[in-house]
């Protein structure tokens, strides 16, 4: 494990936690709190980071919240406040990227370089070409789609192609020849906790990034029972709406600190 | 055909043209004479907007390229020149987005919103509703990937499945399944001609959209002879780095038009 995954490790070490936040501002459902702030998104996660880093392994901001808002400012500031205020919580840049070399390597550029992202995750359907200007920061993690949460992602991922399904063809490519740098690991949705269970099987040593817990429908209980390792940092449990959203009033920061403690715990609970 | 596609058609009819040029300025390449000037890719795109927008049918340009140099001001700036000069002129831009259906809408809004795109280019590893809120926008264009140009398009793209590779799926969702606005099209690389020929085959009224040629290898000939139907407005062939960098001079942007024109008139000759 290189740069990434160790901070993860140490982080999920150090904090007891497999719980990755997502900071997925989004203005109709901001408190009034920061509603009417000059940078309601950026005021809004520091409040979110201040109460809940004692409490995760990993950051989670999903790109397109500030891109279709037109605050990508407040992204760049998100993840330096991040880096300054929660050192070695390292931060997970969700972009899900992918394109030829040549146009990859600037997509590398600007989540890395840019926005000084520790990590991002990338769309394999493009192949090797696609992933692998992002593999070649060897410091950085590269989450790479796998079988996603959302109700339509067997329209191609579950295809069947010489006995096995997409989303195996994946994670085989991902175990067997892209992760040259030790820095790969691959997306899993809370929501099919079988085809977790089989990938896990399939990567005993990958990490992986399972969203679809909370607002989505995954079990917690699940995702630890197929998905955990008997070592820290191969397991990411992303929550967003939950933890963020848990509180609505001016005290919205503290209460996403207590969700996130609370799933923590009962991620905690599960493990064997 | 919607909006998008109608506005492609009448471009096309109009300059006689089925060539999109992509406006990816990258510094390394950019010509002395705009290099130090503050908005570089504006004043680059604009120079090569006035000169080739007689010969084209629509533009693309890249997303990464400016969002990796931080340069995403010029972005918008040079989509809103093109509507504004070259009205009648569609323009792409070309993301490469899918993600779970709330996220997706935010890209949706940031693409057809905040930048004002014509279109989008769509990756559908995530299945449909990932790429539905793109569709949802019913006068916008959502380009689907299909066969790819990069020369790992395959690692996945041609695993086959049921008797049919990837891409075939991804043509038959699109054609049968996800159209239901009449705004959908493939984008199809002009480096496999053998796979356009049969998704032609299978698609005849989807428009393509067919990178590839120029800097990448792909044939000319063989795109106007797989990929041309009898009407126009079926096909967008793109070239970027061959048309944008074909001069290095002060006239960068007449031996843009040169370029063009000459590529344009190329296709036209292989028609039948």
């Known amino acids: 494990m290189t740069k990434f995954f160790e901070l993860v490790a140490e982080a999920s070490v150090r904090n007891r936690s497999m719980v990755c936040v997502g900071l997925d501002p989004d203005m109709a459902k901001l408190p ?17 980071v201040d109460a809940t880093k004692g409490y995760v392994c990993c950051y989670k901001p999903q790109a397109a919240f500030y891109a279709g808002a037109d605050r990508d400012g407040e992204l760049l500031k998100t993840i330096g406040y991040i880096h300054e205020t929660a050192p070695g919580i390292p931060v997970i840049l969700d972009v899900k990227r992918g394109d030829i070399g040549s146009t990859a390597a600037q997509y590398a550029k600007e989540a890395f370089e840019r926005y000084g992202a520790d990590a991002v995750t990338v769309n394999p359907y493009m192949g090797l070409d696609a992933v692998k200007p992002f593999l070649d920061y060897e410091d950085k993690g590269v989450i790479i789609l796998c079988r996603t949460s959302n109700p339509h992602s067997g329209d191609l991922q579950n295809l069947v192609a010489d006995g096995k399904a997409l989303y195996e ?7 067997d020849e892209w992760n040259w740098n030790g820095n790969a690991g691959l997306v899993v949705g809370a ?15 990958l990490p992986f ?8 429908g995954g079990s917690v209980e699940e995702v630890v029972k197929h998905g955990a390792t008997a070592d820290w ?13 848990a509180g609505k009033g001016a005290d919205f920061g ?7 403690k609370k ?4 991620v905690n609970g599960c493990r064997k």
């Open 233 to 245: 940092g191969r397991l990411m449990i992303n929550s967003s709406r939950g933890i963020i959203f």
């Open 254 to 260: 503290e209460a996403a600190g207590v969700a996130a």
């Open 32 to 48: 009034e709190a920061v509603k009417g702030s000059r940078e309601p998104f950026f005021d809004f996660n520091r409040a979110i």
């Open 191 to 205: 929501t099919y906790p079988e085809e977790l269970a089989k990938l896990r099987k399939m990567c005993p040593e």
């Open 169 to 175: 063809h994946v994670a085989e490519l991902v175990r």
């Open 263 to 266: 799933l923590r715990d009962e």
């Open 209 to 216: 990034l399972v969203p679809g817990v909370g607002a989505q």
